[in-house]
């Protein structure tokens, strides 16, 4: 059961239809509520802590630092690709101005 509801949270982040912030919300609100309720059995919150544990909880932050060195990346090569052209551009007016005078 529990693992079917982290496949579904995952599908439902994998085709855009819940964002990463509300998954890492989902994912750590439901760890604290299972933890809870079976605070009073040690064999079923060892395997809920072994299904959650790690990887899952950390997934959503890796996720957002991922996502922000992708983007911030394509920011760069852009703004490089941007540099490069104006200083092609500068190149072209100098050679431009050096005929005309």
Do not use: W
């Amino acid at each position: 059961m529990y693992n079917d509801i982290l496949k579904k949270l995952e599908d439902e982040l994998r085709c855009g239809r819940l964002q990463d912030s509300s998954y890492s919300v989902i994912i750590t609100v439901t760890h604290s509520v299972f933890y809870k309720l079976t605070m009073n059995h040690p064999n079923v919150q060892e395997k809920v802590g072994d299904i959650m544990g790690g990887k899952d909880l950390e997934l959503p932050e890796v996720m957002f630092y991922r996502r922000g060195l992708e983007e911030g990346e394509a920011e760069r090569k852009a703004l490089a690709e941007q540099v490069e052209q104006l200083q092609k551009e500068i190149e072209e007016l100098k050679k431009k101005q050096l005929v005309n005078d």
